[in-house]
C-alpha cells in the first residue's frame, strides 16, 4: 500500500547540535516531496520540496533535504539546530500520477535542549 | 495580512450541534483543501476542491460536508458534531498554474466537541 512514514514521534536534540530527521515513501514511481514545519499555534509552512534534478535541496531557515531513490527516503537535516526550530515536522508526498492529493507522514515532534 | 484564514480559531461546541468552520484565502488559487489533524495520525485530508463547481471526498469524509461559496471561500461543516471530531482543523490551497504542488495552509481552529 502506498505511504509515508516517519519512523521517529519525538526527538530530543540540545542546542547547536545536528539534526536529522526520517521519512520513508511507499509509491510505485517517486512523488513529489515535501517538508512542512508547525510551530505551536501555527499552521503549516513549507520548509522545501523535490521534484526532479539535484537530488539535495535546500530549504528555509537552513535545512536541507536529500532524496535518495535506493532507499525512497526524503530525510531533513540541519547542521546546528537554534531553539525557535522546536515543533512539529512533517513530510508529505504527492504521487506524480493518479489522485492530486498530498500524503502526510505522522509527523516528528522536535524538542531542543537548551 | 495572512493569505489563509480560518473562522473561528477555537470553538467548544456540543454533541448533536451543527458547526460550521469558515476558510478564505486571498492568494487567487483554485484548489481548496480541508484537513483534520489528530495526535500521531498526521493531517488527514477530509474534502477538496478543484475550482467551484468540484468538490471531493477525502479519505474521511463521514459525518462532514463543504459548500464551495466562491473561488475564494470553502466552508466546512459538522451537521451534528460528536467528541471524535475534537480535533485541530486546517484548510489549505493550492494553485493548478504552478503545478499544484505546494499548499499553503491556514492557521487553523481549534474545535472541541463536548
Known amino acids: 500500500a502506498q505511504s509515508v512514514t516517519q519512523p521517529d514521534i519525538h526527538i530530543t536534540v540540545s542546542e547547536g547540535a545536528s539534526l536529522e530527521l526520517r521519512c520513508n515513501y511507499s509509491?510505485?514511481?517517486?512523488?513529489?516531496l515535501f517538508w512542512y514545519v508547525q510551530s505551536p499555534g501555527q499552521g503549516l509552512q513549507l520548509l522545501l520540496k523535490?521534484?526532479?534534478?539535484?537530488?539535495l535541496v535546500q530549504g528555509i531557515k537552513g535545512f536541507e533535504a536529500e532524496f535518495k531513490r535506493s532507499q525512497s527516503s526524503f530525510n531533513l537535516r540541519k547542521p546546528s539546530v537554534h531553539w525557535s526550530d522546536a515543533a512539529e515536522y512533517f513530510c508529505?508526498?504527492?504521487?506524480?500520477?493518479?489522485?492530486?492529493?498530498?500524503?502526510f507522514g505522522q509527523g516528528t515532534r522536535l524538542t531542543i535542549n537548551p | 495580512d495572512a493569505d489563509v484564514t480560518q473562522t473561528p480559531r477555537n470553538r467548544i461546541t456540543k454533541t448533536g450541534k451543527r458547526i460550521m468552520l469558515e476558510c478564505s484565502q486571498t492568494?487567487?488559487?483554485?484548489?481548496m483543501y480541508w484537513y483534520r489533524q489528530d495526535p500521531g495520525l498526521g493531517l488527514r485530508l477530509i474534502y477538496y476542491?478543484?475550482?467551484?463547481?468540484?468538490?471531493n471526498k477525502g479519505e474521511i469524509s463521514d459525518g462532514y460536508s463543504v459548500s464551495r461559496q466562491a473561488q475564494a471561500k470553502f466552508s466546512l461543516s459538522l451537521e451534528s458534531a460528536i467528541p471524535n471530531q475534537t480535533a485541530l482543523y486546517f484548510c489549505?490551497?493550492?494553485?493548478?498554474?504552478?503545478?499544484?504542488?505546494?499548499?499553503?495552509f491556514g492557521p487553523g481552529t481549534r474545535l472541541t466537541v463536548t
Open positions: 489549505a490551497t493550492s494553485d493548478t498554474g504552478t503545478g499544484a504542488y505546494e499548499q499553503y
Open positions: 509509491y510505485g514511481a517517486t512523488p513529489y
Open positions: 523535490y521534484f526532479s534534478g539535484d537530488t
Open positions: 508529505a508526498v504527492r504521487p506524480v500520477q493518479g489522485a492530486q492529493k498530498l500524503v
Open positions: 492568494k487567487g488559487h483554485d484548489r
Open positions: 476542491s478543484f475550482d467551484v463547481k468540484d468538490i
